[in-house]
Nanobody, 122 residues
């Protein structure tokens, strides 16, 4: 049974940092990604990383502030978030994809975590 378990969310002041983790179990995936959904807004892409080779993708809104990484031995992806802003407040979802196509949209992702809340206060 495939499971994605996120951890690391919380409350932080603007300018602070948080690191999210996503531990996958049950199988390995070609890529893992992070999406977020703020209240009243649609879910949006944040970042993705390919398992083999480590190619990364970022939304323009987080480039230079967020860093995605992975530990293949642990089947875990991480999202290091720095210089956080109040507009980063959202529920962050980890997702896993089997196909390496258009990783900046939700379609390729077959499995999703339960989400973790990130709140950035001003």
């Amino acid at each position: 049974q495939v499971q994605l378990v996120e951890s690391g969310g919380g409350l932080v002041q603007a300018g602070g940092s948080l690191r999210l983790s996503c531990a996958a179990s049950g199988r390995t995936f070609s890529a893992m990604g992070w999406f977020r959904q703020a209240p009243g807004k649609e879910r949006e892409f944040v970042s993705a990383i390919i398992r083999s080779g480590g190619t990364t993708y970022y939304a323009d809104s987080v480039k230079g502030r967020f860093t995605i990484s992975r530990d293949n031995a642990k089947n875990t992806a991480y999202l290091q978030m720095s210089s956080l802003k109040p507009e980063d407040t959202a529920v962050y979802y980890c997702a896993a994809a089997e196909r390496l196509v258009r990783l900046w949209v939700s379609d390729p992702y077959n499995y999703w975590g339960q989400g973790t809340q990130v709140t950035v206060s001003s």
